[in-house]
């Protein structure tokens, strides 16, 4: 019954732990999630760990009926968002549900609630915790999603509206087989353009050096601050954010597959993709209780030994405003899809893109990519 759900702040150790590991209860019967090492979760979620929380201040709540807990959510306010974008809004995020619409709307409501007693004038979400992690609800395209995006059921959408959320922003991610590329000579089309833009344009290219790779990461967070300053929603990364992207990427990234592009010794703009680590999680599927140790070898032995990782995910690139229609991100993509395939893998996805962004979903289909998943911002004034 309805007068049998709790909702309680997150506020011990224990609490924070069961809120952490509630996704390993929820999605259990769902072949399409796929469980992330328990670490990775904590690291997001633990204000100890995540460096976001320098600057977020907010609560975690859980839903209890019958001793059993049933949902949870987060809700806060990212202080650099709202100077950053001159807004007044909070967020809500970490939001998971059993598929029962009331105890939804009491999740939501109390986000709402705790973000309207602190006087802000909306609410915006899901994030999980800004928009260098986990953004939007998935709406289509329910299918396993690739290293460090969202997968949540579909019937969230339908709670989320019910509670009178409406849409904010839409992003997209791009499929395109590195097969069908090749067999339909795309690469080699895109790279005969490039040279000539190349040549026009008086731009550069070169792959990372692998003996410098702290060094190539600083590179990246001058470029993709200054890159990604305009764009809705984008707050600049911290050091320690660096830091943070550094470690979950940094033991994964191949030099092969991270570009740098120059106008005139200028460094312009990067590209990175990265293996889709979750084709190897998917096999193992980490869990509570299973010494990491364990998963972390066999996710090595599914990577390395049995090779079944197969496609790349291109979770970061950017081109610096003042370089932009010259051809800087034509350049990047050619080599980055020339190099997936060189590498052998057989797909890519490229995302997010803000539906917004007309110059990069462009970009992307004229590169043969397709949409394949959509993901949503909801908001709510106060």
């Known amino acids: 019954m309805a007068t049998d759900i709790e909702i309680r702040k997150v506020e011990t150790a224990q ?14 019967n769902d072949p399409n999630w796929i469980p992330p090492l328990v670490s990775m979760r904590r690291d997001v979620l633990d204000k100890k760990r995540n460096p976001a929380w320098d600057y977020l201040d907010g609560d975690y709540f859980c839903a209890w009926r019958n001793g059993q807990l049933v949902g949870t959510v987060a809700a806060f306010i990212n202080q650099r968002h709202n100077e950053y ?21 009491k999740l939501l409501d109390t986000a709402t609630d705790w973000v309207r007693a602190k006087g802000y004038a909306a609410i915006r979400g899901p994030q999980t915790l ?10 289509d395209g329910f299918t396993p ?31 395109l ?37 702290r060094s190539e990461f600083e590179l990246i967070k001058d470029i993709y601050n200054s890159a990604w300053e305009k764009n809705w929603g984008f707050v600049p990364l911290t050091e320690r ?30 590209i990175l993709a990265v293996p889709d680590m979750n084709q190897a999680f998917q096999r193992v599927r980490p869990h509570p209780g299973v010494p990491e140790i364990l998963s972390l070898l066999q996710v090595v032995w599914h990577w390395k030994v049995r090779h079944v990782i197969d496609g790349v995910r291109v979770p970061l690139m950017g081109v610096k405003t003042k370089y932009r229609g010259r051809g800087v991100d034509a350049v990047m993509y050619s080599h980055i899809l020339e190099s997936v395939i060189n590498c052998g893998y057989k797909n890519s996805d490229s995302g997010w893109i803000l539906a917004t962004n007309e110059a990069m979903v462009s970009i992307a289909q004229n590169f043969g990519s397709q949409i394949y998943k959509t993901y949503r911002l909801y908001e709510k004034a106060l």
């Open 85 to 105: 974008h001159n807004e007044h809004i909070g967020w809500f995020g970490a939001f998971e549900t059993i598929e029962d619409e009331h105890i939804a709307h």
């Open 130 to 139: 800004t928009t260098h992690e986990e953004v939007g609800l998935l709406i």
């Open 177 to 213: 087989s590195s097969d069908q590329a090749a067999e339909g000579g795309l690469n080699g089309r895109l790279m005969r353009i490039a040279q000539s833009i190349m040549k026009r344009n008086k731009i550069t290219i070169r792959q990372a050096n692998p003996r410098n790779m």
């Open 241 to 270: 954010e660096l830091d943070m992207v550094v470690e979950a990427l940094g033991m994964i990234v191949d030099p092969r597959m991270l570009f740098f592009a120059s106008v005139e010794d200028d460094p312009a703009g990067f």
């Open 145 to 175: 999603p690739v290293l460090q995006m969202v997968y949540n059921p579909p019937y969230y959408r339908g709670f989320i509206e019910s509670a009178d959320f409406h849409k904010s922003m839409d992003m997209y991610s791009f499929f």
């Open 15 to 28: 609490d924070l732990r069961s809120f952490i590991e509630f996704p390993w209860t929820l999605y259990k």
